[in-house]
T-cell receptor
Framework: GAVVSQHPSRVICKSGTSVKIECRSL??????MFWYRQFPKKSLMLMAT?????????EQGVEKDKFLINHASLTLSTLTVTSAHPEDSSFYIC???????????FGPGTRLLVL | GDSVVQTEGQVLPSEGDSLIVNCSYE??????LFWYVQYPGEGPQLHLK?????DKGRNKGFEAMYRKETTSFHLEKDSVQESDSAVYFC????????????FGQGTELSVKP
């Protein structure tokens, strides 16, 4: 149990376009999900906390107009990278707090490449 | 502020060697502690956890003891295998901060056959 999926797993887009990444909790409801960014050989950087039915809470230095987060249901959160640029290329990972509220479960990640 | 420090960026034991991966944390609060493992191209997976002081997390021969007096959560294994090769992240979490995790820098374990 406690499976989190992400779609797409990999996306290549042109500079200036927007890209939407989906994060789903497959077998549990998640009122809270998290979005992380990871650079090669680096740790995970928390971007924002996504709460179902309310606005996301962004970490310091993360542009909320650049990285739009929507958590419209108890099983789905989306991250939209707006007007993407090459520096937005990265590995984006979501997570959700699982049943029992003790553990965060991570999705498999989405690799974004902006040309 | 709250932080997690992993002193080794990479460790290169041979198969059968014992292993200690260091993790220390700083906080004025009382966190839960976790080790996550990440394989290339994948998201992190929960490896083991300890919810309170003196708890010991165990998984696949790995152990980590929550030591409040030394603010440490070192990951240990008696005999590593090549299949243990991955990146290991130590993390802490507070319930009163919405459950977000604070990660260490990660330690890449590469076991030589």
């Amino acid at each position: 149990g406690a499976v989190v999926s992400q779609h797409p797993s990999r996306v290549i887009c042109k500079s200036g376009t927007s890209v939407k990444i989906e994060c789903r909790s497959l077998d549990f409801q998640a009122t809270t999900m998290f979005w992380y960014r990871q650079f090669p050989k680096k740790s995970l950087m928390l971007m924002a906390t996504s709460n179902e039915g309310s606005k996301a809470t962004y970490e310091q230095g993360v542009e909320k107009d650049k990285f739009l987060i929507n958590h419209a249901s108890l099983t789905l959160s989306t991250l939209t990278v707006t007007s993407a640029h090459p520096e937005d290329s990265s590995f984006y990972i979501c997570s959700a707090i699982g049943p029992g509220k003790e553990t965060q479960y991570f999705g498999p990640g989405t690799r974004l490449l902006v040309l | 502020g709250d932080s997690v420090v992993q002193t080794e960026g990479q460790v290169l034991p041979s198969e059968g060697d014992s292993l200690i991966v260091n993790c220390s944390y700083e906080t004025t609060q009382y966190p839960s502690l976790f080790w996550y493992v990440q394989y290339p191209g994948e998201g992190p997976q929960l490896h083991l956890k300890a919810m309170k002081a003196n708890d010991k997390g165990r998984n696949k021969g790995f152990e980590a003891m929550y030591r409040k007096e030394t603010t440490s959560f070192h990951l240990e294994k008696d005999s590593v295998q090549e299949s243990d090769s991955a990146v290991y992240f130590c993390a802490l979490r507070f319930y009163n901060q919405g459950g977000k995790l604070i990660f260490g820098q990660g330690t890449e374990l590469s076991v030589k056959p």
